[in-house]
């Protein structure tokens, strides 16, 4: 499937035209660059959450795992303890999936003992080298590439839990470290 005219006319990504939620999301923030230890964190949890869910779910809930996690800030969700992941699986605001929150709390627990932009230089040091074609359609769009594998082996290496290849991959998309939007899309940037 290859391009898809949305609302305005513009030529989109197939899936971000099925609910407005994507397309903000698809317009603004999908493939764009994102830098910062906290702030690849929270996507680092967000994929691991959306894990065998649709993202939408996840889209939709992101402020209430925002509340609920400290807004992701490393150094906050490494205190957690196991009063908090009682109160996390109470809250109806977020994924209450045990294994997904006690990952969460110790993924923080690691990356609190890690320099300032260690997560961010050990994320994109994987990122493919530009110049990759762009898509044309979705059937082009990988789940899985060797630079995710690689990410995915050396996050877990570091001690990082619930980020296989395809979770690495779909981190790589939102964080823009690939750019997988179609070659006709409005919200596709010069990779």
């Not at 317009?27 to 702030?39: I, K, M």
């Not at 690849?40 to 959306?50: G, H, N």
């Not at 906050?76 to 992941?85: P, Q, S």
Request: aromatic fraction near 8%; include cysteine; charge should be negative.
């Amino acid at each position: 499937m290859t391009a898809l005219a949305g609302p305005d006319g513009g030529l989109r990504c197939p899936w971000a035209l099925a609910t407005t939620d994507y397309i903000a999301y698809h317009d603004t923030e999908w493939g764009r660059p994102l830098r910062g230890d906290d702030a690849l964190y929270e996507r680092l949890c967000l994929e691991a959450f959306q894990s065998g869910l649709s993202w939408l779910t996840i889209l939709r809930r992101r402020e209430g795992f925002r509340k609920a996690f400290a807004d992701f800030e490393i150094a906050a969700v490494a205190r957690f303890d196991e009063t908090d992941v009682e109160r996390l699986l109470a809250d109806e605001g977020i994924i209450r999936n045990r294994a997904k929150i006690e990952a969460t709390l110790a993924n923080a627990k690691v990356l609190a003992g890690w320099e300032p932009g260690e997560l961010d230089t050990l994320i994109w040091s994987h990122a493919p080298e530009p110049g990759r074609p762009a898509p044309r359609s979705i059937a082009e769009v990988p789940a899985v590439t060797p630079e995710s594998t690689a990410l995915s082996k050396a996050l877990k290496k570091a001690g990082i839990r619930f980020v296989g290849p395809t979770t690495a991959y779909a981190l790589m998309q939102a964080c823009g470290l690939v750019n997988d939007h179609l070659a006709d899309c409005t919200a596709r940037t010069p990779a």
